[in-house]
């Protein structure tokens, strides 16, 4: 995207690992100097031997008292080599596939939100879930509410720290586990890893679907669709607008039947909504997005084709005035 193309500029490295914001891509950035611009991502950052050492991927913006965004020249990122070695291996060796580990654990720290300001409520990551069938569920089943210290040994102040070293452990791998009590006592739990297959991402997908109250999965429709049937309320868009649902039927029963159309994080800026066919796809999508604590769905009446789809939003928390950085791995 520029005239001049194979521009070398020099710099330094500022930091290692520095972990990002978005959606995906969070870990394993070198932070650094020389200077990138857009075009340059996916082009090598090489040192002083000619030796490849990272793969030029963000660049930095400051936001400006008038509200725009301003680049940051000298703060720049490149993904570290073991990571994108470890990627480009999987890619060959799996058919184009990363594969990752799945342990069954939904681990969060939550704050509480008062207009623009958020108070940590956890001081670490905690659990707050075991996946029912999971290779944790035995392990840790009755360990929620407790706090992870380390991960395989390596000490994690927060939750995406957990989740970086989450992103390390292999298929089947060894998952080692220092957690600490509400009371403050040390624990160490070791079991193995299992494999993130499409089942179980519609184990994930089904255990936050359900977790809004009166929400029961349908599988009669071919695609993904749940039962509303408490006639309670549910979070639309806009925090203060509330549904209440009076399809009545002859037990005295609520009962309204959605089929859900995507899901993600609707923003009016940069919406990320992924569209939804299956519950391994919803699983997938809740993944991704999970770290902002809520999660979005447009959702459509399945009796009523010709009503306009409606847009939900799950606080991962229960909670609108709670907002629970949650990882489901």
Known sequence: MGSYP????????????????????????LQHTATIIWGNSGGPLINEKGEVVGVNSQIAFATAPDGSQVLQQQINFSLEPKITERLINEVLNNNGRVKRSYIGLEVAQAYKVDGENYTLQDEAAKIYGVIPGSNAYSYMGSKIGYFITKVNGVATRNVEEVLGEFEKIAPNGKVGLEIKSPSGAIENINFTAGTLRNIELEAIAGYVLTQIPGVTLNTSYGQVAFDYNEGG?????????????????????????????????????????????????????????????????????????????????????????????????
């Open 233 to 329: 309320n549910q979070y639309t868009k806009k925090e203060e607008e509330k549904k209440f649902y009076q399809n009545k039927r002859g037990d005295g029963a609520y009962e309204k039947t959605y089929y859900v159309l995507c899901g993600g994080i609707y923003n009016e800026n940069n919406p990320n909504m992924w569209k939804v066919l299956t519950l391994t796809q919803l699983g997938a999508a809740i993944k991704l997005s999970s770290l902002s604590g809520v999660f979005d769905y447009y959702l459509s009446d399945a009796k009523d084709p010709s009503a306009q789809a409606q847009l939900y939003r799950q606080y991962l928390s229960g909670e609108s005035t709670i907002i629970k950085s949650t990882i489901y791995y």
């Open 6 to 29: 194979y521009s070398v500029t020099d710099g330094i490295i500022s930091a290692k690992n520095r972990a990002r914001g978005g959606l995906t891509g969070k870990f394993g950035f």
